[in-house]
């Protein structure tokens, strides 16, 4: 079975601190996604960057960076310069292709709290 | 803006009443999926269309069902919900491998509360 671990239930910093995010999972693809979503307390999900596994250049959207380690299977995320609005549940995904559809496995995600 | 629509943020059901949630997208989606979202167990696969009419299993599929009659609608069903059924469920979609699937669309969650 595909898996997703997020080995970090909570972790607090303070603000303009950086912070990283861990994640590994396990997958039989040979082709497959990476993602970080982020779920701020108004619930919506939000993409937050997105890793192919075929690339071996490391994602970064601005202050959000990851750590990709195929071999590993380990797929990080490091937030820069930590601010106040990046306090969130955030989950790690997986892709994984079943009857056609382009399936998701997340895991248990890592409440993140950015203290001022 | 491309849109997935819950159509409600906070429902309040009795045991045993069936219960419809309701998801549409606007983007001309190929798959929609159906997520509980629990404290400590992240999102779980309930169900997922790939078509118009079609449906899996997820993961924890018992007690719950589907309909997908239109492309851009995907019901959940709870056909007699009881209280191990409240929780925070999420409607997502995306598009199909070939038309360049690059995760999903989440709708803003509807909170189920079953009494």
Request: contains cysteine; hydrophobic residues 30%; glycine residues 6%.
């Amino acid at each position: 079975a595909q898996t997703v671990t997020q080995s970090q239930p909570e972790m607090s910093v303070q603000e303009a601190e950086t912070v990283t995010l861990s994640c590994t999972y396990d997958t039989s693809e040979n082709n497959y996604y990476l993602f970080w979503y982020k779920q701020p307390p108004s619930r919506q999900m939000i993409l937050v960057i997105r890793q192919e596994a075929y690339k071996q250049q490391n994602a970064t959207e601005n202050r959000f960076s990851v750590n990709f380690q195929k071999a590993a299977k380990s797929f990080s995320l490091k937030i820069s310069d930590s601010q106040l609005g990046d306090t969130a549940m955030y989950f790690c995904a997986c892709h994984k292709v079943i009857q056609g559809a382009q399936k998701l496995v997340f895991g248990q995600g890592t409440r993140l709290t950015i203290n001022p | 803006d491309v849109k997935v629509t819950q159509s409600s943020r906070y429902l309040v059901k009795r045991t045993g009443e069936k219960v419809f949630l309701e998801c549409v997208q606007d983007m001309d989606h190929e798959n929609m999926f159906w997520y509980r979202q629990d404290p400590g167990l992240g999102l779980r696969l309930i169900y997922f269309s790939y078509d118009v009419k079609m449906k899996e299993k997820g993961d924890i599929p018992e007690g719950y069902s589907v309909s997908r009659e239109k492309k851009e609608r995907f019901s959940l069903i709870l056909e007699s919900a009881s209280t191990n059924q409240t929780s925070m469920y999420l409607c997502a979609s995306s598009l199909s491998r070939h038309r360049g699937f690059g995760g999903y669309t989440f709708g803003s969650g509807t909170r189920l509360t079953v009494v």
